[in-house]
């Protein structure tokens, strides 16, 4: 991805010897109505690399979910291309996986089953699955609840069942829209640490739609600021505050000065007007 942020800071530097593993080039999407048209995206072009975390932040209606799920070949562009893995995407595929805000488990099936919808899909052979997600399961710490159902569990919990189900079809890209929007801050700052272990330990790319600004910061090593009206990239902030981070990296003069310039990109305007 090429560094658009006139962010001044070298302790921020860009690292781009990894392989693209996303590319929007072009990217318009228009909705048609019968009397109107309406331009939801401008022009977007990024390229993700391969094992990068980069969260997407912008005001609402700037076209942050559109992106995602165009991503997930949920939705189309009117002009442009999105190639993931060398590939043009014409279709969901088990190379992306995606987690919603909402919280789409399917209620008739445990949290076990849940996990293992995609597998049995897949036609894999019941002791793999039963491995997959055992590993799962103990890796967002809901092993005890297996066989609970989505009613049984609270807002933070399905979200971990959910972000399971999505990794144990081990996508290559995770595509997650504000995952953690409906939740209180003290659950929602566990479920950031919690990914940011995954995403060490397994190093899918993901893409991570927020309106949280100190969310953008603590989880990525990329930021891509929009603007909307239509939605276009404002600005491409790198963030390299090491790899281990701990909820303390938020009072650090490094990360208040990131939230700050992010800020004033987002709301400059606002304060002007
Ligand atoms: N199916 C649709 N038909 C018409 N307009 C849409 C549709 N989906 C989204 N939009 C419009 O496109 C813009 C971007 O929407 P969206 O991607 O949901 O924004 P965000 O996720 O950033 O809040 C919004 O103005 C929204 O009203
Ligand atoms: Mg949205």
């Known amino acids: 991805m090429e560094a658009t942020s006139d962010y001044e800071n070298d302790t921020f530097p ?15 999407k228009v909705y048609k109505t019968r009397k109107s048209e309406f331009t939801a995206i401008e022009n977007v072009s990024i390229d993700i690399q391969e094992n990068d975390f980069v969260c997407m932040i912008g005001p609402s209606g700037c076209g942050k979910s ?8 949920l939705d189309f562009p009117t002009r442009g291309e999105i190639i993931v893995n060398d590939k043009k995407v014409t279709c969901p595929g088990a190379d992306r996986g995606m987690v919603f805000q909402t919280y789409t488990l399917f209620p008739w099936m445990t949290v076990e089953e849940n996990i293992k919808f995609g597998l049995k899909q897949k036609k894999m052979a019941p002791v793999q699955m039963d491995a997959i997600a055992d ?6 710490r809901l092993t005890q609840f297996r066989g609970s159902y989505p009613k049984e569990l609270s807002g933070g919990m399905k979200q971990r069942v959910a972000i399971a189900r999505a990794l144990a079809n081990q996508p290559e890209v995770l595509l997650m829209d504000e995952p953690f929007g409906a939740l209180d801050q003290h659950t ?6 919690l990914l940011r272990e995954i995403w060490q330990r397994e190093r899918p790319t993901i893409v991570f739609v927020t309106h949280d600004i100190d969310e953008a910061v603590f989880l990525a090593n990329k930021i891509i600021v929009m603007s909307t009206h239509p939605g276009r990239i404002k600005e491409i902030i790198p963030v390299d505050m090491g790899q281990d981070r701990s909820l303390d990296i938020k009072d650090t003069p490094e990360f208040i000065k990131v939230r700050k310039y992010i800020n004033h990109l987002l709301y400059a305007g606002d304060q002007e007007a």
């Open 66 to 73: 559109t992106l995602l799920h165009m991503l997930a070949g």
């Open 135 to 140: 590993k799962y399961l103990k890796s967002i």
């Open 188 to 193: 929602k700052s566990n479920m950031q640490l």
């Open 14 to 28: 860009l690292r781009e010897s990894r392989a693209v593993k996303i590319m929007l080039r072009n990217i318009d």
